[in-house]
């Protein structure tokens, strides 16, 4: 449903009256599709059922089409059989969580995204080197307990400027920032210097936390919504990186943004009056979710979208390297069949 033609960021009066602008890059990272890919593929090697620690990303259709396929996501390693094959989600976990796997014989795959271990991987350097870490990110959220698990003495979290006056620490010069990595670009440099300004000598992480595809959609969405009506961003509602896209569009002008797993969630009242829709999806949505909400606008009258171009992303991650080793020899066996046959 959609037509690629270019950048158009201001629609001109003799173009059609109503029109759908379609946000690009949007809907899966790297990430996502690695966590994603590496579940297909444990179900294609090892059969079902594979055990998933929590959401392998958060989305609903995503687990719900995994669950058919015979994944089986449990909240904690308890409800896994003792030597059964467990993934652990893109979101990561803490050391804590990879020794109860080794004590419970499971045989584990780590889909945690590559940008998440580099967030614990300066956690635990910024440890050794006894600063005092400050995780700026939410309660809760299973990439803050992963990251938080890696040095717990150390972090301690910050959800907002506001808990900034309350932060206590042993030396003010030896303060370090990490951050969730889902988080909105300038929620988070608005914590950072909140946080700087108590404790000047702060020292920031080597490279900014924030990934990449949580940067270019929320880039994206900044070009879409000023002359928007109505931004639609598809994506769960436990998705940290999809709820934040729907803040950045009201920030940058949008008049109204709602989030939506499927298009059927779509209010036929939002339309009323609407002109200019534009469409956004989170950083774990798959494509064919947004096709139906530009399905669900073209009956309603809308034409197909333009693509507005912010960034061009080509990053791939390789799968674990586990599940790599395991798919060689697989390969391997095969091969060797073959031949004897």
């Not at 179900?43 to 609903?60: C, F, S, T």
Request: glycine share 4%.
């Amino acid at each position: 449903m959609s037509t690629d033609l270019g950048t158009p960021t201001v629609l001109s009066p003799a173009e059609a009256e109503k029109a759908v602008l379609l946000a690009a890059p949007r809907g899966y990272c790297a990430g996502v599709d690695r966590a994603v890919i590496t579940v297909e593929k444990a179900l294609d090697l090892y059969g079902a059922p594979v055990y998933v620690r929590k959401q392998i990303v958060h989305n609903k259709h995503v687990v719900a089409t995994l669950e058919e396929r015979g994944a089986i996501f449990v909240d904690e390693l308890t409800e896994v059989p003792t030597g059964a094959t467990v993934v652990f989600s893109a979101h990561g976990v803490s050391p804590a969580v990879h020794a109860e796997a080794a004590e419970r014989s499971l045989k584990t795959i780590d889909a945690t995204c590559p940008l998440v271990t580099k967030v614990h991987h300066e956690a635990r350097r910024f440890a050794a080197e006894d600063y005092d870490i400050l995780l700026i990110g939410h309660a809760g959220h299973e990439e803050v307990e992963g990251t938080a698990g890696e040095a717990p003495e150390h972090i301690q979290l910050v959800e907002s400027p506001d808990d900034v006056a309350n932060i206590e620490v042993r030396d003010p010069a030896r303060v370090a920032w990490l951050s969730q990595t889902t988080l909105s670009v300038d929620e988070t440099l608005a914590t950072v210097a909140a946080i700087r300004e108590k404790f000047p000598l702060l020292l920031d992480p080597p490279s900014d936390d924030i990934c990449y595809a949580t940067q270019n959609r929320q880039v994206a969405v900044k070009e879409i919504s000023p002359a928007a009506d109505l931004v639609i961003v598809v994506g769960s509602r436990n998705s940290s990186n999809s709820v934040r896209l729907v803040e950045v569009a009201l920030e940058a002008g949008a008049k109204a943004s709602y989030l939506v797993d499927y298009a059927h969630e779509i209010d036929e009242a939002w339309l009323d009056g609407v002109k200019t829709v534009s469409v956004t999806s989170g950083a774990s949505v798959p494509e064919e979710l947004v096709e139906g909400v530009l399905a669900f606008l073209s009956e309603r009258g809308f034409p197909d979208a333009r693509a507005v171009h912010s960034a061009e992303e080509s990053l791939i991650f390789a799968l674990p390297p586990e599940l790599r080793k395991d798919i060689r020899a697989a390969e391997k066996a095969a091969a060797e069949r073959a031949a004897q046959a």
